[in-house]
């Protein structure tokens, strides 16, 4: 008995409402942006991104949406930045629904709640590099259950830069992830033995004052959780 073949047909969003010829061409462009988005050349994933930014295809399609989530390692900051911001459009938009998530938001939910130390590792290098994209990108670490345990890990390794360690366990704390509050009570601990704040103390090298001036967001995180 022969199987029917197998039909695989990206779904298409719903601006794309034209007849004939006219949606052979929509998609045709909205393949090639997304090929764009993906490419080598960094003028060229920045035209994609722009093409389907442009036509909502984002917010219209899982497909799309899917490719979005993808892209969170971005090689240049200020286009990571742009799929941070229009993944936290998606997140916004699916909350204020009162139906819930559609399938877009079901998509991106799910594909965050993946995300691992990778990911997370560049969400924080955004964070260093562009403060004002905080918000945005605590809304998509929200979606990831396992991001509490990582950002404790990245915020315990002396190999991690300072600024990455330090946007770890600010946002441990602007979260609320209890997780971590066992590994930053013992990495305070550690610190404050090390570290003891005695007058006439040798002067500590670099990678020391690197260490010791994290003691005192250590502190206040640990009472933020704590307390809630």
Not at 106 to 112: I, P, T
Not at 128 to 135: C, L, N
């Amino acid at each position: 008995m022969e199987s029917e073949p197998l039909n695989f047909r990206v779904p298409l969003p719903d601006f794309l409402d034209n007849a004939g010829a006219q949606v052979v061409e929509d998609v045709s462009q909205l393949s090639r942006a997304a090929e764009d988005f993906v490419a080598p050349q960094l003028d060229k994933r920045f035209a994609g991104f722009a093409y389907l930014e442009k036509l909502q295809a984002f917010e219209a399609s899982p497909v799309y949406a899917y490719l979005l989530v993808t892209r969170l390692t971005e090689p240049s900051l200020e286009l990571r930045g742009m799929i941070v911001d229009q993944l936290a459009e998606i997140i916004r938009a699916c909350l204020s629904q009162s139906g819930g998530q559609n399938d877009v938001g079901h998509v991106v939910a799910y594909h965050l709640s993946q995300i691992r130390t990778r990911q997370i590792y560049a969400l924080l290098q955004l964070a260093v590099q562009y403060e004002d994209k905080f918000s945005n990108i605590a809304l998509v670490l929200k979606q990831c259950s396992f991001a509490g345990n990582q950002l404790a890990e990245i915020a315990e390794n002396r190999d991690m830069p300072l600024p990455i360690r330090k946007q770890a366990i600010l946002f441990i704390q602007h979260i609320g992830y209890t997780v971590a509050i066992a590994s930053l009570d013992r990495l305070l601990r550690r610190f404050e033995m090390k570290y003891p704040q005695t007058v006439g103390q040798r002067q500590k090298s670099g990678r020391e004052e690197s260490d010791a001036s994290l003691i005192p967001l250590l502190r206040e995180t640990l009472e933020t959780l704590k307390s809630s």
